[in-house]
């Protein structure tokens, strides 16, 4: 799909943390910040090795710093731990992609204690908590971006999803309290809400579902990983300084 152009370097000069950077939108995110000049920090917990050999190529793929922060999200003793890290390193934040999540399904009746607990925990509890990492090493330069990974269902629900809607409509709450919090302090928040993206989420789906999703796609075609990191690249820069408190979907038109 088509990026930026080549050599642009609209992020220069920023640090930017994107957690769930191993895979899928994380790690599109993190790899088009980096090529447009920004030292990125990538958070992941699933295998820690490969986090670090990701940053490493991004490191040396496009001459920006990188730090590779493995850790959960839901485990707020480690979120604290990767800004303590950021801090260290580069004595600042200006860019947080609160993008980790998890996506697990059920039906009303087969919700499970346990279910609630992973994805409200992952996507919700560990959202807040680095979004306050984000803005207290923010508040020391008096600026930021925060961008939040929310999801079409966080916004119009979709059966067989209900904790996940929930978890991801908390996340466009957040964002515009947050929005309105930390303006005063010149940190911008806003969300994305992604719709039917081509990631490893989604390659498991039968043939009859993924036909059914992408009838519901008015541009008619599923969307790219890239899709997803442009919009959030531009709401990262200095082109966005006057967005905040926004919820932008990126779902060509997809109606559920």
């Known amino acids: 799909m088509i990026g930026w152009p080549a050599g642009t370097r609209l992020l220069a000069g920023k640090t930017a943390f ?3 950077a191993s895979r ?9 910040l980096a ?12 295998d820690p090795d490969g986090l670090a050999r990701t940053a490493a190529d991004l490191a040396a793929r496009h ?8 850790g959960d999200v839901a485990d707020p003793a480690a979120v604290k731990a990767c800004y303590q890290a950021i801090f260290k390193a580069w004595k600042q934040l200006d860019v947080l992609v609160n993008n980790a999540g998890v996506l697990e399904g059920a039906l009303i009746g087969m ?22 990492g984000a803005a207290r090493l923010m508040a020391r330069a008096k600026r930021g971006a925060i961008i939040n ?12 999803q209900a904790v996940y809607a929930a978890s991801k409509a908390a996340v466009i709450g957040l964002t515009l309290a947050a929005a309105k919090e930390l303006a005063p302090q010149g940190i911008r928040v806003n969300a994305v809400a992604p719709g039917y993206i081509e990631t490893d989420m989604i390659k498991g789906l039968a043939p009859e579902v993924h036909a059914r999703r992408l009838a519901q796609i008015g541009l008619g075609r599923v969307g790219t990983a890239t899709d997803v990191a442009n919009l959030i690249a531009f709401l990262a820069s200095d082109l966005a300084a006057y967005v905040t408190g926004q919820v932008i979907g990126v779902d060509g038109g997809m109606r559920l």
């Open 63 to 70: 001459g920006v710093r990188t730090l590779a922060l493995p």
């Open 35 to 46: 090529a447009l000049g920004a030292d990125v920090a990538l958070g992941g917990v699933r």
């Open 111 to 132: 919700i499970s204690d346990e279910l609630i607990d992973r994805v409200l925990g992952t996507n919700t509890r560990g959202a807040i908590h680095h979004l306050q």
């Open 18 to 20: 994107v957690t769930g």
């Open 24 to 32: 899928g939108i994380g790690l599109e995110v993190a790899t088009t």
């Open 149 to 160: 990974v929310s999801s079409i269902i966080g916004v119009r629900g979709d059966e067989g």
